[in-house]
């Protein structure tokens, strides 16, 4: 799986929209971007994946760039219960690639 | 809702103790799988399972092993529990392919 790079820290304004970046230079083209984040003291939680076409769910927004080696992963209206530690991940999609490589990720606080 | 649940928050055990922790998961997944996670380390695969009975060691399956006797749970097994075992260990499921569902995590201290 491709490595990816992300800041270690951000802080954001309450209210504000948080914008992440990631770094996956080496991305292979059939690897999806997947994002999940870790509230301190409990598992991680999926997030939001995309291949090549920006995503949106109801947490969040995914924007890839044309070249795919980077992306941003956007919460629109940041709010105190989305500080937490983010991670960026790459991987292939699909049956046989089950396998999640977690880097650092960044550390995103919501100031009040 | 996808729940994953992990039979115990918070365990002290001893140096040489065999040590069982469990994750049961209510959404049918076929994956299982182990992570732990220490500080600066990120998280770590121990084992995972793509099937009852079926097991394929991550990336530091050393000092540990598991067990899927039935689809929806999975066991950890530390046959004796060392100090630098001490950490926090989560369990996550996923349909094949999808992403991955974490329970609230285990912290071992072994003393």
């Known amino acids: 799986d491709a490595k990816t790079t992300q800041p270690p820290s951000m802080d954001c304004a309450e209210g504000r929209a948080a914008n992440l970046p990631c770094n996956h230079s080496?991305?292979?083209?059939?690897?999806?971007v997947y994002w999940y984040r870790q509230i301190h003291s409990q598992g991680p939680q999926y997030i939001i994946h995309g291949l090549k076409n920006n995503e949106t769910n109801e947490m969040a927004s995914l924007i890839i760039t044309e070249d795919r080696k980077s992306s941003t992963l956007i919460l629109p209206h940041a709010t105190l219960r989305d500080t937490a530690v983010y991670y960026c991940?790459?991987?292939?999609w699909g049956f046989g690639n089950e396998k999640l490589t977690f880097g650092t990720g960044t550390r995103l606080t919501i100031i009040p | 809702d996808v729940k994953v649940t992990q039979s115990s928050r918070y365990l002290v055990k001893r140096t040489g103790e065999k040590v069982f922790l469990e994750c049961v998961q209510d959404?049918?997944?076929?994956?299982m799988f182990w992570y732990r996670q220490d500080p600066g380390l990120g998280l770590r695969l121990i084992y995972f399972s793509y099937d009852v009975k079926m097991k394929e060691k991550g990336d530091i399956p050393e000092g540990y092993s598991v067990s899927r006797e039935k689809k929806e749970r999975f066991s950890l097994i530390l046959e004796s529990a060392s100090t630098n075992q001490t950490s926090m260990y989560l369990c996550?499921?996923?349909?094949?392919?999808?992403?991955?569902?974490f329970g609230p995590g285990t912290r071992l201290t072994v003393l």
């Open positions: 991940i790459v991987r292939v």
């Open positions: 996550a499921s996923s349909i094949r392919g999808n992403e991955q569902f």
């Open positions: 959404m049918d997944h076929e994956n």
């Open positions: 080496t991305i292979s083209g059939n690897e999806y």
